[in-house]
């Protein structure tokens, strides 16, 4: 009789548990991993320029998706993104990145002080984008300039002899004025890029071509009246973002580091500078200065 009872208690436990233990595991929430991403500086195809300068590359951005990808874990991506812009091309080759990666996962992303052109073109795919009310972002549009040196050159007794096959080669040179048609190639190429970028913020944010066009004067918004012309979608920080639009109720939150200074690194940036200063008059590196400000190349950049 003893061993009977014992039999249907234990079978009364295990009928209990199979009811309740479906039932606590649907009302449980799904824990998940948040990836916290830092986009700091320059979006360009090469590496930092200085020791205390940071870059936003492709190969970065690749990297650290790479990495939440393999993490099965990881349900939303959120991106901190502190940037003026930069360059056309790895700006586009981010923007493609993220937009696979958003098939599956959520991405959102989170501007800091600065997120503008450039910065602003990488964040447009998001689901989500988070500004504080003082983020400077917008500022959508292309700049090229090539600065002409010409005379300057003349001023030092410097004479370059320059020899070309085609007649187009050297118009980035900044060593002669421009001619009238080589101003209207670049302008075209300007406009197209514009364009693009038109198109992507229209798209991305669920606007008008029109509406953007509007916005797109290269103006610079601060986060607060970015909301209002609906360039992004809420206020607030870094938690905003990770706490009330990543979509997991339960996070765990995996912050993303950089890559760690190498010594390899640090060896570059110290000959760099001695090369920069070591026989240099005044004159001299005041010249160096304006031909590594000099911008070949469309740019969706923030020029202060």
């Known amino acids: 009789m003893k061993k009977k009872a014992i039999i249907i208690a234990v079978c009364a436990l295990a009928l209990l548990a199979a009811i309740l233990i479906p039932t606590l595991l649907i009302s449980r929430p799904v824990a998940g991993k948040i990836a916290v991403i830092p986009l700091t500086g320059i979006i360009t195809t090469g590496g930092a320029s200085s020791f ?7 190969y970065l951005v690749s990297n650290y998706l790479t990495k939440a990808e393999s993490d099965t874990a990881v349900k939303a991506i959120v991106f901190r993104i502190e940037s003026p812009g930069g360059e056309v091309v790895p ?8 937009e696979r990666v958003k098939e599956t996962k959520t991405i959102v992303v989170s501007m ?3 997120a503008t052109s450039g910065g602003y073109y990488i964040s447009t795919k998001a689901d989500k984008i988070v500004a504080l009310p003082t983020t400077m ?3 959508i549009g292309v700049i090229s300039q090539v600065t002409n040196i010409e005379g300057l050159l003349d001023k030092l007794g410097i004479q370059i002899e320059t020899f070309k096959g085609g007649k187009y080669k050297d118009m980035y040179r900044g060593l002669r004025e421009m001619t009238p048609e080589e101003e209207e190639i670049v302008q075209r190429m300007i406009d197209e890029y514009y364009e693009s970028f038109i198109d992507v913020v229209a798209e991305g944010r669920g606007l008008s071509r029109e509406e953007v066009r509007n916005l797109a004067t290269g103006q610079i918004y601060t986060g607060t009246e970015a909301k209002e012309l609906g360039l992004v979608d809420e206020l607030g920080d870094l938690n905003t973002a990770i706490d009330e ?6 996070p765990i939150v995996d912050y993303y580091q950089p890559p760690a200074l190498t010594l ?3 060896l570059g940036f110290v000959s760099a500078i001695q090369a920069r200063i070591s026989g240099l008059s005044a004159q001299d590196i005041v010249l ?3 031909l590594n400000h000099n911008y070949r190349q469309p740019l969706f950049l923030y020029q202060s």
């Open 245 to 250: 639009l990543a979509g997991i109720e339960v």
């Open 52 to 58: 205390s300068d940071s870059t936003i590359t492709p």
């Open 112 to 114: 800091g002080g600065m």
């Open 264 to 266: 390899w690194s640090l």
């Open 288 to 290: 160096l200065e304006i």
């Open 91 to 98: 700006c586009q080759e981010i923007l493609w990145d993220i």
């Open 137 to 139: 972002t917008g500022s």
